[in-house]
């Protein structure tokens, strides 16, 4: 039995306020953690640059993610990424975890709009669902919020995807030693 999980968070062009007309938000850079449940530890963290095609990188999308245009115009393109979730991390067939359903949503919207074959499996859990139901709160707190609530420190940048994907790791880990991670 498979018991390896990818964590995913990605980032994605924004702005403040309204994009730009014909901009669309579009992901630039996927960060994944690889979490062996029954090891109880995260194995391997991943960074992935995406080349955005129909927007570019804000100033306030720099100030948030620390990615530049410069940066992510050394990425891939967004099916070449797609293509390397699944030969490299078994995307299609490995169970995944996010927090929130905004990086599903991303892919799916992406995917379709430019006729990219989805790279994930349906074995998808909502990492934010998950700690808000297993804590018995009555919000869903963001990332950062949850690491202080499990009194987990936020290692690396905050909104870095893998930096991001590697504390949303480290939250499945403590639901999964509390018992509240579905096997």
Not at 67 to 74: C, F
Not at 79 to 89: I, K, Q, V, W
Not at 95 to 103: E, F, I, L, T, V
Not at 170 to 182: C, I, Q, S, T
């Amino acid at each position: 039995m498979d018991t390896l999980l990818n964590v995913i968070d990605v980032e994605a062009t924004c702005w403040e306020g309204r994009p730009p007309p014909g901009a669309v938000s579009e992901i630039i850079e996927i960060g994944l953690t690889v979490v062996d449940l029954a090891a109880r530890e995260r194995t391997a963290k991943h960074r992935i640059l995406v080349r955005p095609r129909r927007s570019t990188v804000s100033a306030f999308c720099t100030e948030l993610t620390g990615l530049t245009q410069a940066e992510v115009d050394t990425g891939v393109e967004y099916a070449d990424a797609c293509r390397l979730l699944t030969a490299e991390h078994r995307a299609d067939s490995r169970p995944w975890a996010s927090w929130g359903d905004y990086d599903r949503n991303q892919f799916q919207r992406q995917c379709r709009a430019t006729g990219t074959r989805y790279p994930f499996g349906s074995r998808h859990t909502n990492v934010k669902v998950r700690f808000t139901e297993a804590r018995g709160l009555g919000r869903r707190p963001g990332m950062d919020a949850a690491l202080q609530i499990a009194g987990l420190p936020l290692e690396g940048r905050h909104h870095s995807g893998a930096d991001d994907s590697w504390n949303i790791a480290a939250l499945v880990l403590g639901l999964a030693a509390d018992g509240e991670w579905p096997e």
